[in-house]
């Protein structure tokens, strides 16, 4: 069965610093691959969606890259803010759904 | 407005009692999608429907219903069967049944 994970559980980082955040799954049959952002107590936003054929995918301040070979993703944001403190998480799709349990992020003002 | 309206937002509940959670689109989208989420857990798939009057179990569908009499609507019934019912639950529906999922704004249950 697919397995997601995501390391770290927490991150904090100063406002300004680029950062990377790491998604990884056993299986590399996948479909595609997308990152959500979970506001507390709120639902998930989705983020970026990469297609299995795809490398990469751009919006504004975040990056997505994928490798599927490997089984890894990134998400690279650049000059953090203190609004993207949040929990983000990836999925990767194979015929089902399969989450991580996300990383939580707290940007530092 | 256009998206996926989950409802209540929170609800209370004594231990024993069914209690149903709304989730409707307005989307136009064939999927629709019931997950659980519990602290330090990634979500569980609870239910899912592809079409109207067509639904599958997910992985964790014990203690749970649902119904999809029409394209707009997938309503969630947790009964008194499910053993630990508290916990935030999320709609979501998917276009084409491609992956690519949008999600509600989820819906606490809280069992006292």
């Known amino acids: 069965k697919q397995e997601v994970t995501q390391i770290p559980a927490a991150l904090s980082v100063p406002e300004g610093e680029n950062l990377v955040l790491n998604c990884s799954f056993t299986?590399?049959?996948?479909?595609?691959l997308q990152w959500f952002r979970q506001d507390p107590g709120k639902g998930l936003t989705s983020l970026l969606l990469?297609?299995?054929?795809?490398r990469e995918q751009t919006s504004g301040r975040l990056n997505a890259s994928l490798d599927k070979s490997s089984g890894r993703s990134t998400l690279y944001i650049a000059a953090s803010q203190p609004g993207d403190s949040a929990t983000y998480l990836c999925?990767?799709?194979?015929?089902?759904?399969?989450f991580g349990t996300g990383t939580r992020l707290t940007v530092i003002p | 407005d256009g998206g996926i309206t989950q409802s209540p937002k929170y609800l209370f509940r004594k231990e024993g009692q069914n209690v149903t959670l709304s989730c409707e689109q307005n989307l136009n989208h064939d999927a629709m999608y019931w997950y659980r989420q519990d602290p330090g857990q990634g979500l569980r798939l609870i239910y899912y429907?592809?079409?109207?009057?067509?639904?599958q179990k997910g992985d964790i569908a014990e203690g749970y219903s649902v119904s999809r009499e029409k394209k707009e609507s997938f309503p969630l019934t947790v009964t008194s069967a499910q053993k630990n019912p508290t916990a935030f639950y999320l709609c979501a529906t998917d276009p084409a049944d491609t992956g690519e999922l949008f999600f509600g704004e989820g819906s606490r249950l809280t069992v006292l």
């Open positions: 299986d590399s049959a996948i479909y595609n």
């Open positions: 429907s592809q079409i109207v009057n067509d639904f």
């Open positions: 999925a990767v799709w194979a015929n089902n759904l399969f």
């Open positions: 990469i297609q299995s054929s795809q």
